[in-house]
């Protein structure tokens, strides 16, 4: 009896993950162009730093190219527009034995001519296989939409069920610098992440 429980409800959730990840396609929203334009935009804050680069150097643009190729390694998996803000959800493989990939919530805001004026990663999924990584993405990219509390999934709240990588108890996104740092109270001397 226990296992047909489990299985009707492992069914809904995987039909209520469809049904918001419908409502929040991409390709309802925005066209191809536009798909990649968003993550021409964000790319230098959502990808790795190429080597020798800085955060203070990253726009020179001896890196356009590195960063042209990296965002071809980006798949916008989800996309909402709402009070002037537009949420995406990126997703890319992760180094792992099997195919994984991360996601990567994001709440923004351009100017009219396509700048961006506010710029936050609302977190950071653990690697999955992609599966596991659409479903739990998009249950969690519905929730920053709705403006809902994440701290339920963040590593040290979630228990033995992985969601959240970043933010945690240590590391938390600067929103006027746009990227992940650690907490100087826990590491004094190591201020940077990614």
Not at 76 to 102: Q, W
Request: hydrophobic share 35%; aromatic share 14%; charged share 30%.
């Amino acid at each position: 009896m226990k296992l047909y429980v489990k299985g009707f409800f492992l069914v809904m959730l995987i039909l209520i993950s469809c049904e918001g990840g419908s409502k929040y396609d991409p390709g309802k929203y925005l066209n191809e162009k536009e798909q990649k334009q968003i993550l021409l935009t964000s790319i230098r804050y959502m990808g790795h730093l190429p080597k020798k680069a800085t955060h203070q150097t990253k726009f020179d643009p001896v890196y356009d190219e590195y960063y042209s190729k990296l965002a071809l390694d980006y798949t916008l998996e989800a996309y909402y527009k709402k009070d002037g803000y537009e949420y995406f959800l990126a997703s890319r493989i992760a180094p792992s034995l099997k195919v994984k990939k991360v996601a990567i919530g994001v709440k923004m805001k351009r100017t009219s001519d396509g700048q961006l004026e506010f710029y936050e990663e609302v977190f950071r999924t653990w690697k999955f296989e992609i599966p596991e990584m659409l479903e739990k993405g998009l249950m969690l990219f519905d929730k920053m939409v709705k403006g809902e509390d994440l701290s339920p999934y963040y590593p040290q709240n979630s228990g033995e069920e992985e969601y959240i990588e970043f933010p945690d108890a240590k590391v938390y996104f600067d929103v006027e610098e746009r990227r992940w740092k650690i907490n100087s109270i826990h590491q004094p001397d190591l201020e940077e992440i990614i």
